[in-house]
């Protein structure tokens, strides 16, 4: 059935129609584009209409990814109006927590992962014809990661498959590329000029940064100025849930009274649907908002009556640490793109105004574009979609490719989680994983809670960990008091709309749960795993810290005293200042950090929960070691051998061996060796021995694949090819003295490359006077022999090495001090012999000078010895 636009206000013309028949003509003829549109050209709501009735999508449905749950729901609403229908016929949503579809939805307009799923559960999309990327700019992991999975469904499977890419401010060359060097087309937008006011004095970055300020009186100080020098409503971009409130908070104390007709009204993700339906829904009563939002009402958004737009310029993102593992929070200022988009909002119905709370001259300094979240996040449950998929990373299409060290982060962590195996093959219990649908930790968390049977208790505490707090920060970082909280028993002030968006989430889980057992009953699949929910997990909050160092396995820290823990990562971990003494977290063996901020040498604890130490062996002890380890104490020139249980970082229990392995005993020589200043210098180098390895160095020069490196570095790190063989009953590093260096790097050669050496690097060479002079070979790049020049007599050229190699030659005097260095012997003689000879004629009269060196007699002492 073909659907008409039903005649309303939304169905009049805008400028992106204006593309649509050569939008469908590139679809139809290459099966891809990518589109530039400015906002309010139209491109959320009047594309997927305008190609719903294309003959190539015979049928099938649009799938339309918008990354942002509001905006998702709002486009939907608004072509769902446009047709005349309610949003789950023609057209539907899914998004977190909420699905409005129906077997008559041809236009899905999805968000996160949903897209990642549909793709995961059927890799060639048959009911679906063309896959619609909107706002990409805003470089989403999850768009990334879809993006990558559809190109792949589109070459392996799925010919017919159209995507198209769409953005108002994106660079669109690259993404053109690749999508197979597709067209871009272009459209203006449909906005009132805004007028754009840099704030003078320090920026709200400035201030947010300045220990001891606050950027909260100069936005109220914005605000009151908006309200009496403009008309309109405001949108104030803030950089989360605090600086909302605390504005909110300066707003109602400053001063300065607001007027009776002005609301202030929040908007951020944390709100309930409905919630975040009625801040963005004109009043129409005379009443003037000011609303406080996060980036959610950056794009895609247009709020009624909005005409004044007050930017602080900041941002909040997650920023992840391949270096420690971790993610944190970060406020960072925006790029010049988000800016614009911010701006924007302004005129989208009227002319509006923008300040931004810093000068010009910071905006000309500001990056272009938002950093990609493929740069900057945890790929833990990337790398679990790519194992899941099937693929290779490194083959795959990428506008972003996943930085290696980030991607390699992410896997160990799902090694540890069981998610993956030694061979990086996802396991059954990673594709298990897969079917929850939270962050790999968390599932991993909520899968193992049946074998505790804990199953609610872990869908609560997964629900709890992926909200925002609850509590204030006056709570203190004990995960039990959110629990508490979340359960109704805190004596602290509860965020309501979190606690009712955590229930709705753990209910998710627990359907999720249930779908999973019964797929593991069809299967007829059994736990391995016996470990049960023991009494004293039944009779305190024990279980909250088991079932959280399941999902944070690298998190489990053990007290080192004064507020501080050992983490199983190997990095350490501090309790913040008020937390030492007697405080339980202080006074515990083992905690759980949930969350932490990675400064310093160690980490602030900023979520924590108690860990019991029978807990911790029983749920980990499959990792846990148990083996002889055995160190090297270089104060005391001694071996210390030790039984060591660890878990990472963490020693559970140490007891001395008094018997360890020789090979066990070598291995500690040579990591003190490695790590030691002295290096190699513990080693005995004779002439011989210097002079050797200074031969091998010239023979890798020329022949890098078949000699060995002889600089410090590669010595020290091949010990298995030249040392370990010799060690004996070697037990202090001072003993290697003993060993022979010569016999050690000639062990590292075959005879061939022995015979080899000999006709290229000789250790001597015999000159015209019959004496066999030493050659240095201490610069490979020159080896060079110091003679006597009278011993060279009657030498017509230089000496090759191996008949290629030029010998520098040091030319002495009869006193053998050096008189000229040369690697043209034929020239000297020419040109320079007369002038030396001369000199030194005068100083040594007796010695022998003649005036044709090239046929005189070499010698190596006064005169030539006379025939006969």
Known sequence: MKHELHPSPVASALPVDELIPALKQHLQETGAAVLIAEPGAGKTTRIPLALLEEAWLAGR????????????????????????????????????????????????????????????????????GLVLFDEFHERNLNADLGLAFTLESRSLLREDLRVLVMSATMEPQPVAQLLGDVPVLRSGGRSYPVETYYEAGESAYTLYRKPGARMEPKI??????????????????LPGMREIRSVQNELLRSGQQLPAEVEVVILHGGLKAEQQDEAVRPRGDGTRRIILSTSLAESSVTIQGVSIVIDSGLMRTRVFSPT??????????????????????????????????????????????????????????????????????????????????????????????????????????????????????????????????????????????????????????????RVRALYGRSKHRVETNAVERIKEWSQRFARQWRELERMEEATDKQSSISVKKSASLSASDGWIGALLSLAYPDRIGQNRGDGRFLLRMGRGALLPNGYGGIHLLAGTPYIVAAELEDVGTDSRILLAATLEEDMLKQLHANHISDRTEVTYDGDKEAIRAQRVQRLGAIVLRAVNDTAPSAEAIRSALIVALQGHTRGLDWFNW????????????????????????????????????????????????????????????????????????????????????????????????????????????????????????????????????PVQVTRDLASFWANTYFEVKKDLKGRYPKHYWPDDPLQAQATNRVKPRQNG
């Open 61 to 128: 449905r649009i799938v339309m990814l918008e990354p942002r749950r509001l905006a998702a729901i709002s486009a939907a609403r608004y072509m769902a109006a446009t047709l005349g229908e309610k949003v789950g016929q023609t057209v539907g949503y899914r998004v977190a927590l909420d699905t409005r579809v129906s077997a008559a939805t041809r236009i899905e307009v999805v968000t996160e992962g949903v897209l990642t799923r549909m793709l995961q559960h059927d890799p060639s999309l048959e009911q679906v």
């Open 220 to 237: 109220v100080h914005v605000i009151h100025r908006a309200l009496q020098e403009q008309e309109g409503e405001l949108l104030v971009f």
């Open 324 to 481: 420690t593992g971790m993610e944190r929070m970060e406020t960072r200022q925006i790029s010049v793109d988000a800016a614009d988009q911010r701006r924007g909002r302004a005129g989208r119905q009227q002319p509006g105004v923008c300040y931004r709370l810093w000068s010009a001259e910071e905006h000309r300094i500001l990056p272009a574009e938002r950093r990609p979240e493929m740069l900057q996040s945890d790929l833990s449950p990337l790398a679990l979609e790519v194992a899941a998929w099937g693929s290779d990373v490194a083959e795959m299409a990428w506008l972003t490719p996943p930085p290696e060290a980030a991607y390699r982060e992410g896997q160990l962590l799902l090694q540890q989680l069981d998610a993956i195996d030694e061979q990086l093959r996802i396991t059954t219990h990673g594709r298990n994983m897969t079917v929850i649908g939270a962050h790999p930790r968390l599932a991993h968390m909520m899968i193992k809670a049946g074998e505790l049977e804990l199953i609610q208790e872990a869908c609560d505490l997964a629900a709890l960990l992926q909200e925002r707090d609850i509590l204030p920060p006056a709570a203190g970082i004990e995960l039990a008091e």
């Open 686 to 817: 004779t002439k011989p021995a210097t002079q050797l390895r200074e031969r091998m160095g010239l023979m890798h020069r020329l022949q890098p694949e078949h000699y060995p490196a002889m600089n410090d570095a590669a010595l020290l790190s091949h010990t298995e090819n030249w040392l370990l063989p010799y060690m004996g009953d070697i037990r202090r590093l001072s003993d290697l003295r003993r060993l022979s260096m010569t016999e050690l790097l000639l062990g590292m050669l075959d005879w061939q490359q022995r015979q080899e050496m000999e006709q290229i690097a000789p250790t001597h060479i015999t000159v015209p006077s019959g004496s066999r002079i030493p050659i240095d070979y201490s610069n490979p790049a020159q080896p060079f022999i110091a003679v006597r020049l009278q011993e060279m007599f009657g030498c017509t050229s230089t000496p090759l090495l191996g008949g290629r190699i030029p010998l520098t030659i040091q030319l002495l005097s009869p006193a053998s001090r």
